[in-house]
């Protein structure tokens, strides 16, 4: 009697195990379709996406490369190739002590700009890039209807010219000095017709001075200069990029496109913009 008892008592207890197990079993089996469910959708998103943000790339693409100009040369809009940065003639072109004009006795078309000049100017300083020279004179006139009055200290510099400054500095002060102060022949922006010293006459002591800055013109310049084309080359703070100290005179004509540009995003030289290194000494 007992041991049939026992039989039963075994067999109960076997029925409720395998119910246990068929029930995990059933909860399983509906906890993986679930998630083959949710798998399922997110590789179909996954694929829709791909395939979408492929064919955005590639229509992006063919509309660029109408120009010279790859995918990632547009930033925000902005066509980082819009212009050659190594052609002399070019107004983006980038010359510091790492980058020489090319060729090295390069001349660009020179006009004399009609803006107030520097009394004991050379015939090569007074003449500016024919490019920037209205520009130039559209910003003089301007500041002059805000009681700023601007002349040309310094527009262009032949390579003869850069020879003979350079060497005078050389003789004078010694080839480490020299290369502090004044550029090599072939290495000077104001070679390329581009490039402007300007003055004024509010405190003439500070012409061709730091203290320039500080000067109405000084201020007039760095506040207003990108609105026609133009930037301080050397700013403060950033001689280990350029390779010069700070120059609040020294003005260089790139377009208001990228001057207005690199105003808006708060980057100030071209080195750093079009990712070209730093230039701080020769090679
Ligand atoms: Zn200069």
């Known amino acids: 009697m007992s ?3 026992l039989i039963c008592i075994i067999q109960q207890q076997r029925n409720i195990t395998e119910q246990i197990a068929t029930f995990f079993t059933f909860i399983l089996q509906r906890r993986y379709n679930a998630v083959m469910k949710k798998l399922k959708l997110i590789v179909i998103i996954l694929a829709i996406l791909s395939v979408g943000g492929g064919l955005a790339y590639w229509i992006h693409g063919r509309s660029q490369s109408a120009g010279t100009s790859s995918f990632t040369d547009v930033i925000d809009g902005f066509n ?12 983006w072109v980038v010359v510091n002590k790492q ?8 001349a660009p078309t020179l006009v004399v700009p009609q803006i107030p000049l520097r009394s004991n100017i050379t015939s090569d300083e007074r003449q500016v890039a024919k490019v920037m020279a209205t520009p130039l004179e559209n910003m003089v006139n301007d500041a002059k209807k805000d009681g700023v ?3 040309l200290e310094s527009g262009y510099r032949s390579y003869n010219f850069q020879v003979t400054l350079y060497n005078s500095y050389v003789q004078q002060q010694g080839k480490a000095v ?5 550029a090599r022949p072939g290495f000077s922006e104001h070679q390329t017709g581009l490039a ?5 006459k509010s405190k003439p002591v500070c012409n061709v001075e730091t203290c320039y800055a500080d000067t109405p013109e000084g201020k007039w310049l760095a506040a207003n200069a990108y609105k026609y084309g133009f930037i301080i080359r050397y700013p403060s ?3 280990h990029v350029t390779g010069y100290i700070y120059e609040p005179w020294h003005i260089r004509y790139i377009g208001t496109d990228l001057a207005t540009e690199l105003h808006n995003i708060h980057v100030e030289t071209l080195e750093e913009f079009f990712g070209l290194g730093s230039a701080p000494d020769y090679k």
């Open 3 to 5: 041991y049939v008892y």
């Open 80 to 91: 980082k190739k819009a212009h050659s940065l190594t052609d002399p003639s070019s107004i």
């Open 99 to 106: 980058r020489p004009l090319d060729p090295k006795t390069y």
């Open 149 to 151: 009055a601007f002349d």
């Open 178 to 182: 020299a290369d502090s102060q004044s």
């Open 196 to 200: 402007a010293d300007l003055g004024g």
């Open 237 to 239: 703070d950033k001689a």
